[in-house]
């Protein structure tokens, strides 16, 4: 059963960066999948970030494209993001999560999230 | 990109009770790609039906999937105690994959 976990600082101020982990367990990253990350502000529906492969091919949402970037560490068998310029707007809980087939699919695989409030 | 609304946003069912979930897409999902999930507070999202109406591993089969082009339904046949959660669909016909609303099945 494969297990990830997100860690990261809890609060991020307004003009600064969110730096989010993704620890993966009982899988190799470097299988094959996709590894996505993913986030749900308050009150609304889930929002696809982007996606990494171990190659370091990704994929982003046009929306937060120009402010997101995803990379891996196969060495560490964990997957990051980080995104700039954040506001209020981008506080939300943060899933990390592993795509079933390409970087376009469902997800089998969740993370429990952190909530990352931006203040 | 594909938006997807959900109805009802809320349904009050007793267990027992039949449940029936519905996912409306802007445009046809191609190829069925369409999942659901449930998600209760706290916890990962889980993943219950692929493909429209592939029920994901381990999912009782009391909960069944169907639909094609820009309708699709979850429906859950008699309600357990353990299904009251929010339910999500999320399409991956195409590009961004996106999600729906949710729909929160509680108590009633």
């Known amino acids: 059963q494969v297990q990830l976990q997100e860690s990261g600082p809890g609060l991020v101020k307004p003009s600064e960066t969110l730096s989010l982990t993704c620890d993966v367990s009982?899988?190799?990253?470097?299988?094959?999948?996709?590894w996505g990350w993913f986030r749900q502000p308050p009150g609304k529906a889930l929002e696809y970030i982007g996606s990494?492969?171990?190659?370091?091919?990704?994929y982003y949402s046009p929306s937060l494209q120009s402010r997101a970037r995803i990379s891996v560490d196969t060495s560490k068998n964990q997957f990051s993001l980080n995104l700039n310029s954040v506001t209020a707007a981008d506080t939300a809980v943060y899933y990390c999560?592993?795509?079933?087939?390409?970087?376009?699919?469902?997800?089998?695989?969740w993370g429990l999230g952190t909530l990352v409030t931006v203040s | 990109e594909i938006v997807l609304a959900q109805s009802p946003g809320t349904l009050s069912l007793s267990p027992g009770e039949r449940a029936t979930l519905s996912c409306r897409a802007s445009?046809?999902?191609?190829?069925?790609?369409l999942a659901w999930y449930q998600h209760k507070p706290g916890q990962a999202p889980r993943l219950l039906i692929y493909g429209a109406s592939s029920r994901a591993t381990g999912i009782p089969d009391r909960f069944s999937g169907s639909g094609s082009g820009t309708d699709f339904t979850l429906t859950i046949s008699r309600l357990e105690p353990e299904d009251f959660a929010v339910y999500y669909c999320?399409?991956?016909?195409?590009?961004?994959?996106?999600f729906g609303g949710g729909t929160k099945v509680e108590i009633k």
């Open positions: 999560a592993r795509l079933a087939a390409g970087s376009g699919s469902y997800c089998p695989y």
């Open positions: 990494i492969h171990h190659s370091g091919s990704t």
């Open positions: 445009e046809s999902v191609t190829n069925r790609y």
């Open positions: 999320q399409q991956y016909g195409g590009s961004p994959l996106t």
């Open positions: 009982s899988s190799s990253i470097n299988y094959g999948y996709y």
